[in-house]
């Protein structure tokens, strides 16, 4: 059986594959000094013909082990994906489709930006209800490769 254990989301462990969004590091006070902004998180690439766009996703709960076969990749455009609810959930990435993934586990505060053409599970939130706002591109192309594993994969918990 293939089977990889999840690391802890940290911005180093996922620099190869995109950004991870959170509320940590340097900031500016803005709202009559009420409120924290966090400038600049992400870098969003929609290609030449495309624009951003902003959708709400509402996913299935999966639990661990978790067990997939497909990957996708979006080669036109980036995609950041930003919890709605604090509770975390699992990211699954890979330098390719040949080769080993990897799996993450947000700590309920991150959010995660895939960088353009980066190969990926689908969304896998752990807890109900499974709520994401996701902006990502919005073009005429199809923006989708998929790839199945002949083998599943298994993300199993650490003990």
Do not use: K
């Amino acid at each position: 059986m293939n089977e990889i254990r999840p690391e802890p989301l940290t911005a180093e462990a996922f620099a190869p594959f995109g950004e991870v969004l959170q509320a940590t590091g340097d900031f500016r006070l803005i709202n009559a000094s009420l409120c924290r902004r966090h400038h600049d998180q992400a870098r969003m690439d929609f290609g030449p013909d495309g624009r951003s766009g902003l959708s709400i996703l509402q996913a299935e709960p999966r639990a661990l082990p978790y067990s997939f076969d497909l990957i996708e990749r979006h080669p036109d455009g980036s995609q950041a994906f930003l919890p709605m609810t604090q509770h975390p959930f699992l990211v699954v990435v890979s330098p390719g489709p040949e080769a080993r993934p990897r799996a993450f586990l947000t700590n309920g505060a991150q959010g995660i930006n895939l960088a353009r053409g980066t190969w990926h599970g689908v969304l896998t939130p752990l807890h109900a209800p499974g709520l994401f706002a996701v902006i990502d591109r919005i073009g005429t192309s199809p923006n989708l490769d998929e790839h199945r594993f002949t083998r599943p994969w298994t993300v199993v918990a650490d003990l």
